[in-house]
């Protein structure tokens, strides 16, 4: 039973850049989460996906954020015109859903600096 | 707004010294509250889900209970190996969304 993978594990890049990172999620889960974490604060929600049907996005996701799960599997997040702000752990976690299990497991997360 | 507090924001205990970390929540309708551990440089690992006020769950030398209000981990004879961050989310019924706190960074020397 393997967990939730993510890659790449780190990634650095120059302002004004495009970044793309992938979740691969736990295989039976339907839901799938995105989160960003930066030093000393708890991981903060940007968006979440039901099968292929992104079901919410928090306000903190501009405009240059946008993440899809175009087959219900997989996911992807991508930053267009990086800033130094952006500089933080991005995380993906998946849950089975359901009247009975809500509990979200996380991937190790990728780590992103912006220089 | 719903929101958490979590404290203290640091703890540093010798191995055997029992302790609790506090959870304070506000949430409009509590679906379910939830502990992680988190190593540095690592994604949060899940370690238990309360759903009702009175509920108590244990694993190994931890033991989480929750009230109307507040959670508490309870660490019970703590070891080296229990350092780590450990974080507590809560979640409405309207959304799937966890909403944590920052933390409290434990560390257990021998």
């Known amino acids: 039973d393997t967990g939730v993978s993510q890659n790449p594990r780190h990634k650095i890049t120059k302002r004004g850049q495009n970044v793309t990172f992938r979740c691969d999620p736990i295989s039976e889960h339907n839901r799938l989460y995105w989160y960003r974490q930066t030093l000393g604060q708890g991981p903060e929600f940007l968006t979440y996906f039901q099968n292929e049907a992104q079901l919410e996005k928090s306000r903190l996701l501009s405009d240059r954020f946008s993440a899809e799960r175009p087959k219900g599997s997989f996911s992807t997040l991508e930053i267009q015109r990086t800033e130094q702000g952006d500089s933080a752990m991005y995380l993906c976690?998946?849950?089975?859903?359901?009247?009975?299990?809500?509990?979200?497991?996380f991937g190790p997360g990728t780590r992103l600096t912006v220089t | 707004e719903d929101q958490v507090t979590q404290s203290p924001e640091a703890l540093r205990l010798q191995e055997g010294e029992s302790s609790s970390l506090n959870c304070s929540y506000t949430v409009s309708g509590l679906r379910g509250l939830f502990w992680y551990r988190q190593d540095p440089g690592k994604g949060p690992e899940f370690l238990f889900t309360l759903y009702s006020a009175g509920e108590e769950k244990e694993k190994e030398r931890l033991k989480a209970t929750l009230t109307k209000k507040e959670s508490f981990l309870h660490i019970t004879a703590p070891k080296p190996e229990d350092s780590a961050t450990y974080l507590c989310?809560?979640?409405?019924?309207?959304?799937?969304?966890?909403?944590f706190g920052t933390g409290t960074r434990l560390q257990v020397f021998p």
């Open positions: 989310a809560v979640q409405a019924y309207n959304t799937d969304k966890l909403i």
């Open positions: 976690a998946s849950s089975s859903g359901g009247r009975t299990s809500y509990e979200q497991y």
